[in-house]
């Protein structure tokens, strides 16, 4: 392939990306479905531009997008908000990771996939995605009740639960080996973070380069990243970490500003139009079969584990029901499992567009769903006190 036909590959899938995005974006849908969707449609070109879409060239930069999106993930997490989560939202994110992981894996099994594959399908049903909620939460004018302060809180958790369980499914070794391996990675991994790179990234600030610290932000990302890898974890795991450290460590506003023009402007969109060009789904034929057992472990699963989290956080039933609710949106994350299971070999074959598909039907029922049933939801509970009700003033 010619280097005029990559680089302009290059340049018709990016502003494909962002196009679709923009439009998808207008008409109030996520814009990452249409990065994938513009991936789909361009790997339908006739010529060398789908050639050029899975090639190893921009396969290697759609990897480099799957760690920039982690290491902006972490960058968007804070430890502080985990702590002050509270009871409530610790036991909701519990429940709403191992009720449906635990679905998902007996499903899969139903189905007779192989038990690799199956606790892959168990950790994709994990993650939630709060954007669609707080949307609808916002609207609804209840993001500081105790239902919004208990879903936004048991999102960060769910998150980082949900990620840490895909580095031990994902893992290479026994299940104790794995254990074992990512206990230490987290160890060190914590140790350097919080300990040597506040350290080393002011004596990395003396370097008089354009962009310097940036370049510093990327070389921690990658480095634990490849740690990571190297002890038979996935890769994301590293650039998370490295994400929350940065954030909590050396998080000046600016330098996460550009952390995250260089990842939206150029790596990210490149990973979800990846993610388009390389699935087929003429080979998901079975998408029907599986997708309604598989579907309802996912929703069932995950509703039934917030809202029973909720009860025991003695929440009530109404916003207890309104938690469970809450908590079912998939979006990113979920992707991000399927981009690694598949490339981690737990779904080879023509399972990766199967299981791509049921990501992409599970994320899409989940934001049309979530909204109005949230909305009909709060209908049961018309008249919510603010979690930090207004003080009353004395009057002399």
Known sequence: MSPAWFLGGLAIALASAKLLGH??????????????????????????????????????????????????????????????????????????VLVPFGAGVAAARALGMDLPASLAVGALFTPTSI????????????????????????????????LGLLALVLGTGTPAGVLGRAVGYLVAA????????????????????PEAPLTFVIVVALGLAAAAESVGLAGITGAFVAGLAIRETMGEEKLLD????????????????????????????????VAPLLLA?????????????????????????????????????????????????????PLADLMTGVALLNMALSLVATPALLKASFRLEPAVAPVHPPVAKHRP
């Open 258 to 289: 550009r952390v995250h023009a260089l990842a939206y402007g150029l790596f990210i969109p490149l990973f979800f139009l990846h993610l388009g060009a390389v699935l087929e789904l003429d080979r998901a034929t079975g998408l029907a079969r």
């Open 297 to 349: 472990a996912s929703f069932g699963g995950k509703f039934a584990g917030a809202a029973v989290g909720a009860l025991a956080a003695r929440l009530g039933w109404i916003r207890s029901l309104q938690v469970g609710i809450g908590m079912l949106p998939r979006m990113e994350v979920s992707l991000v499992i399927v981009a690694v299971a598949v490339r981690q070999g737990a779904f080879p074959g």
């Open 190 to 209: 914590g140790l350097f973070g919080w300990k040597v790179l506040p350290r080393l990234y002011q004596l990395f600030r003396r370097v008089h380069l």
């Open 131 to 162: 954007g669609i909620t707080a949307v609808t939460l916002l609207e609804a004018h209840r993001v500081r009740t105790r239902v919004g302060a208990t879903l936004v809180g048991a999102a960060i958790l769910d998150d980082v639960i949900a």
């Open 23 to 96: 439009l998808f974006d207008r008409i109030r849908l996520p814009p990452i479905l249409g990065q994938i969707l513009a991936g789909l449609l361009l790997a339908q070109v006739a010529g060398p531009l789908p050639g050029v879409l899975r090639s190893e060239g921009f396969t290697a930069l759609s990897d480099l997008g799957l760690v920039f999106l982690l290491l902006v993930t972490g960058t968007e997490s804070s430890l502080s908000d985990i702590r002050r989560a509270g009871l409530p939202a610790s036991l909701v994110a519990l429940g709403g």
